[in-house]
């Protein structure tokens, strides 16, 4: 097979494998011959289109045409625009809450070893982590965590330090969002313990952080101004220690699946994203919900084109409103900075064979299966409910991944056709949609999506990678950014700094 069709009414084929002027694919009953080469992952038109007429690919436009095309002919950004433009209106009908999961709901229930915390949080990792308020101290809570992980605690799965340049000359809705990621950080329970470390001079200092954590333990959650302290080194790792203390004392035990938040992402996509590792994250994602355990979705830009079909599996009309309040906000901010809110795919998308947004979206949202959509929460907000929730994010990256596991996720699926070597502060599974890319790339591809276009079926394959999943959250598995010690956060900015 040289090719795939994804859907009936599709316009266009994916092109499995870099093809030359008149090679000739099989479609069906159709024999396709090529009027020019074509990229692997590229698109090729199915039957001649018109100037301005839709082109279909998962059975929805993923754009207009922008000139006339002829059967065999390449699809893409010489000849396909978007046709998306400026807000939307949104109308919430009864009947779309009645979406549901295709989710082998007979299945036996699954469990993993995982800690339960004194709140009853379960946590995958036994891990200390140091945040800090402000980024004048990212290099002093560095030396903390490099000189802690040299006293090898007992049963502590590592010591490990985020850096951000945030938490000071931040105003508004701009420190209030580096608060709610950090404190939501600060709960997360893959981190056994918590050291705050905070300068004492800047807007986010920790009297008026401790406002916005809320609740804490204060056994395993422990706050030092080093401004205030003689020795901020001597001091910080006495506070570990103690932390370390305590902690060495969780053991891991069997939990329901359900009890498990996983987070999904793409980034990087080429032309097969959308066919092999995004349906295959959706797969899974609805075996999760359907054991009871939650998933979470975020990268709202890259909703845009296909938040109706989200919007459609609202779980009822709150829900629904707060979709259309979260895409309409991403709009407004594009509008409010004067940039084009259709500015996407980006340049590594294009050159895997992705022309427009719509077309990115489509493959993008599978990644949340058939689930109903059962929340909505803000950016730096935690998941409140069991099934799938949205969480207001960009699409970038290291952004939306921090945003992920803010929320609760114990680990984040990753799908990608281009490669990174990048995780998060949560293990972060990195998904090839491509066999090749997952042979070349081992340092940093955990799981192969590509079998799906040799043969492999996609409930055989989403099995394999539940069971893995699991295998992960029970310690039997390290991800490529756990062992390659790649862990990062990054946070969201959208305001004046002093």
């Given at each position: 097979?040289?090719?795939?069709?994804?859907?009936?009414?599709?316009?266009?084929?994916?092109?499995?494998?870099?093809?030359?002027?008149?090679?000739?694919?099989?479609?069906?009953?159709?024999?396709?011959?090529?009027a020019?080469?074509?990229?692997?992952?590229?698109?090729?038109?199915?039957?001649?289109?018109?100037?301005?007429?839709?082109?279909?690919?998962?059975?929805?436009?993923?754009?207009?045409?922008?000139?006339?095309?002829?059967t065999?002919?390449?699809?893409?950004?010489?000849n396909?625009?978007?046709?998306?433009?400026g807000?939307?209106?949104?109308?919430?009908?009864?009947?779309?809450?009645?979406?549901?999961?295709?989710?082998?709901?007979?299945?036996?229930?699954?469990?993993?070893?995982?800690?339960?915390?004194?709140?009853g949080?379960?946590?995958?990792?036994?891990?200390?982590?140091?945040?800090?308020?402000?980024g004048?101290?990212?290099?002093?809570?560095?030396?903390?965590?490099?000189?802690?992980?040299?006293?090898?605690?007992?049963?502590?799965?590592g010591?490990?330090?985020?850096?951000?340049?945030?938490?000071?000359?931040?105003?508004?809705?701009?420190?209030?969002?580096?608060?709610?990621i950090l404190?939501?950080?600060?709960?997360?329970?893959?981190?056994?313990?918590?050291?705050?470390?905070?300068?004492?001079?800047?807007?986010?200092?920790?009297?008026?952080?401790?406002?916005?954590?809320?609740?804490?333990?204060?056994?395993?959650?422990?706050?030092?101004a080093?401004?205030?302290?003689?020795?901020?080194?001597?001091?910080?790792?006495?506070?570990?220690s103690?932390?370390?203390?305590?902690?060495?004392?969780d053991?891991r035990?069997?939990?329901?699946?359900?009890?498990?938040?996983?987070g999904?992402?793409?980034?990087?996509?080429?032309g097969?994203?959308?066919?092999t590792?995004?349906?295959l994250?959706?797969?899974?994602?609805?075996r999760?919900i359907?054991?009871?355990?939650s998933?979470?979705?975020?990268?709202?830009?890259?909703m845009?084109g296909?938040?109706?079909?989200?919007?459609?599996?609202?779980?009822?009309?709150?829900?629904?409103?707060?979709i259309?309040?979260?895409?309409?906000?991403?709009?407004?901010y594009?509008?409010?900075?004067?940039?084009?809110v259709?500015e996407?795919?980006?340049?590594?998308?294009?050159?895997?064979?992705?022309?427009?947004?719509?077309e990115?979206?489509?493959?993008?949202?599978?990644?949340?299966?058939?689930?109903?959509?059962?929340?909505?929460?803000?950016y730096?907000?935690?998941?409140?409910?069991?099934?799938?929730?949205?969480?207001?994010?960009?699409?970038?990256?290291?952004?939306?991944?921090?945003?992920?596991?803010?929320?609760?996720?114990?680990?984040?699926?990753?799908?990608?056709?281009?490669?990174?070597?990048?995780?998060?502060?949560?293990?972060?599974?990195?998904?090839?949609?491509?066999?090749?890319?997952?042979?070349?790339?081992?340092?940093?591809?955990?799981?192969?999506a590509?079998?799906?276009?040799?043969g492999?079926?996609?409930?055989?394959?989403?099995?394999?990678?539940?069971?893995?999943?699991?295998?992960?959250?029970?310690?039997e598995?390290?991800?490529?950014?756990?062992?390659?010690?790649?862990?990062?956060?990054?946070?969201f900015?959208?305001?004046?700094?002093?």
């Amino acid at each position: 097979m040289d090719g795939v069709k994804i859907h009936p009414k599709d316009d266009v084929l994916i092109v499995l494998n870099e093809a030359a002027k008149g090679d000739v694919i099989s479609v069906g009953q159709q024999q396709l011959e090529l009027a020019e080469p074509v990229e692997r992952g590229h698109k090729v038109a199915l039957r001649d289109i018109r100037e301005g007429e839709p082109v279909l690919k998962y059975g929805f436009p993923i754009g207009i045409a922008k000139q006339a095309i002829a059967t065999g002919e390449w699809v893409h950004t010489h000849n396909l625009k978007t046709a998306l433009d400026g807000k939307l209106a949104y109308e919430y009908k009864q009947s779309q809450s009645a979406a549901t999961a295709d989710t082998d709901k007979g299945t036996p229930a699954f469990t993993f070893k995982g800690y339960v915390r004194k709140n009853g949080d379960v946590g995958i990792r036994n891990e200390i982590w140091i945040l800090n308020t402000v980024g004048c101290i990212n290099k002093t809570a560095e030396l903390v965590a490099r000189l802690a992980q040299q006293e090898h605690f007992a049963n502590i799965d590592g010591v490990y330090h985020y850096p951000h340049p945030f938490g000071c000359s931040q105003l508004g809705d701009d420190l209030k969002s580096t608060q709610a990621i950090l404190s939501s950080l600060v709960h997360h329970p893959n981190a056994a313990g918590v050291l705050v470390l905070g300068l004492g001079c800047e807007n986010n200092y920790i009297d008026v952080f401790k406002e916005a954590v809320g609740a804490y333990d204060s056994d395993r959650v422990k706050f030092l101004a080093v401004q205030e302290v003689e020795d901020e080194l001597e001091e910080a790792l006495q506070l570990v220690s103690e932390i370390a203390a305590v902690a060495k004392n969780d053991v891991r035990t069997d939990v329901p699946a359900s009890k498990l938040k996983v987070g999904l992402k793409c980034g990087g996509s080429d032309g097969f994203s959308g066919i092999t590792a995004n349906p295959l994250v959706g797969a899974f994602s609805d075996r999760l919900i359907a054991q009871g355990g939650s998933t979470v979705l975020t990268e709202v830009p890259e909703m845009f084109g296909a938040e109706t079909i989200l919007m459609e599996r609202a779980a009822d009309e709150t829900v629904f409103n707060g979709i259309v309040n979260m895409v309409n906000g991403f709009k407004d901010y594009f509008i409010r900075h004067n940039q084009p809110v259709y500015e996407n795919p980006s340049p590594g998308n294009k050159k895997g064979g992705i022309t427009t947004l719509e077309e990115k979206s489509l493959g993008c949202v599978q990644k949340g299966g058939f689930a109903p959509v059962a929340d909505v929460v803000p950016y730096g907000g935690r998941i409140k409910k069991p099934g799938l929730t949205l969480v207001e994010g960009p699409g970038n990256d290291l952004v939306s991944v921090t945003a992920l596991a803010a929320s609760g996720a114990h680990i984040v699926l990753f799908t990608t056709g281009r490669g990174t070597p990048f995780g998060g502060p949560v293990p972060t599974v990195k998904l090839s949609t491509n066999t090749p890319l997952y042979e070349r790339k081992k340092n940093w591809i955990d799981f192969n999506a590509g079998t799906l276009l040799d043969g492999k079926e996609l409930g055989e394959r989403a099995d394999e990678l539940f069971a893995y999943v699991l295998q992960v959250a029970s310690g039997e598995r390290a991800t490529h950014n756990e062992r390659n010690g790649f862990k990062e956060i990054a946070l969201f900015k959208d305001g004046v700094i002093l």
